[in-house]
């Protein structure tokens, strides 16, 4: 009797030490599943790459297109210029003054330019000075004054056409520091003083009163196309 009581209580201790050593072990390594699971679930918990909110299809610069308008802050006068600046020297804005260089040089638009390579600088310095002039005039300086905002506050709701039909409203109006609607004084203004300012760059013979108030106004002036372009994919 007293034998089997001496071997209970030694299994009995014996397990509780067990227990105890078990318990202060580290936790277990882990399992083969899990170690091969480790590179794909990292894999997929990488968000995909999206597009920059400041490029529309990873190339046109936009920056001042604005998708928050609830909390809408009026910008500082630097602030109104830094949009401009960045619209106007992001990297893909070059790439996007030789793609118009291209076209109007197909066109032949100033045939005083020439061609080749020589021909193709031309055309392209006039495009990429349309572009920084017209923005920094129709973003940067001239919203100054009036106090408007040179944002463009993208349109949420609604398919192509209505994007479309907004982005052309924009043209003629515009939200003001205040954020009530203004008409749009700075993009209009701003527009035909880049325009008459392109007459210093462009040939003599391109200088008519018709032809500066045509690249002021219409899809003459690359700066132009740009900005209707980017509204309407913004």
Known sequence: MV???LVSANLLVGG???IGQESSRLPDAPSASQTQAGPSSVAQSVPPHEPSKNHIFWIIP???????AAEIKPLTPAEKMKVALDDSFDPSAFLV???FAGLSMAQK???SFGTGAQGFGKYYGGALA???????MSEGLFPVAPHQDPRYFVKGTGGFW????YAISREVITRGDDGHNHFNTSELAGNAVAAGISNLYYPAVNRSFGNTANKAGTTNRPGY???CGKRVLA
Do not use: P
């Not at 349309?130 to 920094?136: K, S, T, V, Y």
């Not at 209505?162 to 039909?165: C, F, I, L, Q």
């Open 130 to 136: 349309d572009q920084a002039i017209g923005n920094i």
């Open 225 to 227: 196309l740009l900005q």
């Open 162 to 165: 209505k994007r479309t039909e």
């Open 3 to 5: 034998c089997r009581v």
């Open 62 to 68: 936009n920056y001042r297109s604005d998708e928050n």
């Open 16 to 18: 509780v030490v067990a």
């Open 97 to 99: 003054a030789g793609i």
């Open 109 to 111: 638009q100033y045939s």
